[in-house]
C-alpha cells in the first residue's frame, strides 16, 4: 500500500533508524497518523536496502495479535520473527496494550542489535517504569493531527480535488480538522467516521484504561472543556460554571478528569508565561484540542467560534515544528502565543480571524505585540486580510504561511 509521506516528521526521525542505543517513541492521538508514520520508515528502510527478513512489525491492534497482552506473550512473538543476521528493525504499534511491556522492550534494546521503533496513543506511554527503566534512553516524538500543508498534501495524494481559492480550501480544513483518514470521506460519511474515531478514542484510551466512577459527570467536563476550547479559563471558573449548570464536582475530581483527557492527548494545556519575570504562571490557561474534530464530532449544532479555531490551528501547527508554546502576559496585556525552542530562541503570535472590522480591533491585536521591546520576531496571523506594515511585525495570512511550510 502506497503510503502518504510526512516529511515534517520524518525528517526529525531519520538521523536515529540505525540506533539501536535509543527506543523511538512515537506518541500522539489515536488515529493522528502514528501508525502510517511507523509504516513509512519501516518502507524507507526496505528502500534503502534492509532486508525484508531483517523488519519485525507488529500491529497490537491487528486481528491476529489482539490476543497479545502480557510481557511473555509479546517477547516470544517478537523472538519467533527475529532470525535474521545483523542489525534488526523492530516496530510494535499501539504497544500499549501489553502490561508490562517496558520489560521487553529494555530487554531487545539491552542486546544492542535491535533498532527499536514502538508507537502509543496516550501519555501512560512514557509514564511510570517506563521512564524508570528507560531514562536517557528513548526520544518521543510527538505527532499531531494534520497540518494545512499536509491536509493539501494529502489531498492532492488521494486524488482529491483541491479548491483553486487558498483561503476556501483553509476555511473547509478549519470546518473538518485534520484526522488522515477523514480525507477519504465526504458530506454526512465523514461525520460518521468522525464521530466512530472520538467514540473509539474514549472506549479506549479513557474508559478501559482508568476508573471512573461518576461517568456522566466526567463526560460533562469532557463537554465543557472540547466547547470551551482556546477560552481562557482556571480550575476554580470550570468548578464555578459547572456548578451554575447543576453538575457539582469536587477540585480533586475535576483535576483528574482534566488530566485523564491530557494523558488521552485529546487536549492540550497551554500555560501563561510572564514576560517580565520569564516564569510560568499558575492558575488560568487555555486548552487547544488535539483535533477540531473532537468539537464537531460532539456537537449537533456545526456552529464554531472561528476565532478560536484559527488560535487552536495555529497552536497545533507550531507544535507540530517543535515550538513550545505558552500565552503570554505583558502586564495587563495578553499575547495570544509565546512560542520558544531550548528555552532561549522566541517569537511571539497573535492571532486574529481579521483586523479589518475597525482601527480599534486593529490597535486591539497589535498593541500587546508593540508592548514587547526585545528583538525577537513578532507575527500577526489573520485568515486573509490585505497585508500590513506595522513597526516590525510581520503580518501573515496563515493558509499560505502553512502552505509553505514556513517556521515563526
Request: charged share 30%; with cysteine; hydrophobic share 35%.
Amino acid at each position: 500500500m502506497k503510503l502518504y509521506r510526512r516529511e515534517n516528521y520524518l525528517r526529525k526521525i531519520r538521523g536515529f533508524y540505525h540506533d539501536a542505543g535509543i527506543i523511538k517513541v512515537i506518541t500522539g492521538v489515536r488515529r493522528c497518523g502514528k501508525s502510517c508514520l511507523m509504516a513509512t520508515i519501516a518502507e524507507e528502510l526496505r528502500e534503502s536496502g534492509v532486508p525484508e527478513e531483517n523488519i519485525v512489525y507488529l500491529n497490537l491492534d491487528a486481528r491476529g495479535y489482539r490476543s497479545v497482552r502480557t510481557a511473555d506473550q509479546l517477547d516470544a512473538l517478537i523472538e519467533e520473527r527475529s532470525g535474521a543476521q545483523g542489525m534488526k528493525y523492530l516496530f510494535v504499534d499501539e504497544i500499549q496494550n501489553v502490561q508490562n511491556f517496558e520489560e521487553v522492550v529494555n530487554g531487545f534494546r539491552e542486546e544492542e542489535n535491535y533498532s527499536i521503533f514502538i508507537t502509543g496513543s496516550n501519555s501512560y506511554l512514557l509514564s511510570g517504569e517506563l521512564i524508570t527503566k528507560l531514562t536517557g534512553r528513548y526520544l518521543e516524538f510527538e505527532t499531531f493531527p494534520l497540518t494545512f500543508d499536509e491536509y493539501l498534501g494529502m489531498k492532492e495524494f488521494l486524488g482529491k480535488t483541491l479548491q483553486p481559492d487558498l483561503t476556501s480550501e483553509f476555511d473547509a480544513y478549519l470546518a473538518e480538522g485534520g484526522f488522515p483518514k477523514a480525507l477519504q470521506y465526504d458530506g454526512a460519511d465523514k461525520w460518521t467516521y468522525l464521530q466512530g474515531i472520538v467514540k473509539e478514542i474514549f472506549q479506549k484510551d479513557v474508559k478501559r484504561r482508568v476508573k471512573i466512577r461518576n461517568v456522566s459527570v466526567f463526560e460533562t467536563v469532557q463537554r465543557y472543556i472540547v466547547n470551551n476550547f482556546g477560552a481562557t479559563t482556571s480550575l476554580a471558573n470550570i468548578e464555578n460554571d459547572l456548578r451554575k449548570n447543576g453538575s457539582p464536582i469536587r477540585r480533586e475530581t475535576l483535576k483528574r478528569y482534566l488530566s485523564i483527557l491530557e494523558d488521552a492527548k485529546i487536549v492540550y494545556p497551554c500555560r501563561r508565561f510572564d514576560l517580565k519575570s520569564r516564569k510560568s504562571l499558575s492558575g488560568e490557561q487555555k486548552y487547544y484540542l488535539a483535533d477540531l474534530g473532537f468539537y464537531f464530532a460532539t456537537n449537533t449544532d456545526k456552529r464554531i467560534n472561528y476565532g478560536a479555531a484559527l488560535e487552536n490551528v495555529v497552536y497545533l501547527y507550531a507544535r507540530s515544528k517543535g515550538y513550545d508554546v505558552s500565552v503570554g502576559r505583558i502586564g495587563n496585556l495578553e499575547c495570544d502565543f509565546i512560542l520558544s525552542k531550548d528555552a532561549v530562541d522566541y517569537s511571539y503570535v497573535q492571532v486574529s480571524m481579521t483586523i479589518m472590522n475597525s482601527l480599534e480591533t486593529e490597535d486591539r491585536e497589535y498593541r500587546p505585540l508593540e508592548s514587547i521591546r526585545d528583538g525577537y520576531p513578532k507575527y500577526l496571523v489573520t485568515r486573509n486580510d490585505p497585508i500590513q506594515r506595522r513597526n516590525g511585525i510581520r503580518h501573515v495570512n496563515a493558509a499560505p504561511f502553512m502552505k509553505e511550510n514556513r517556521t515563526f
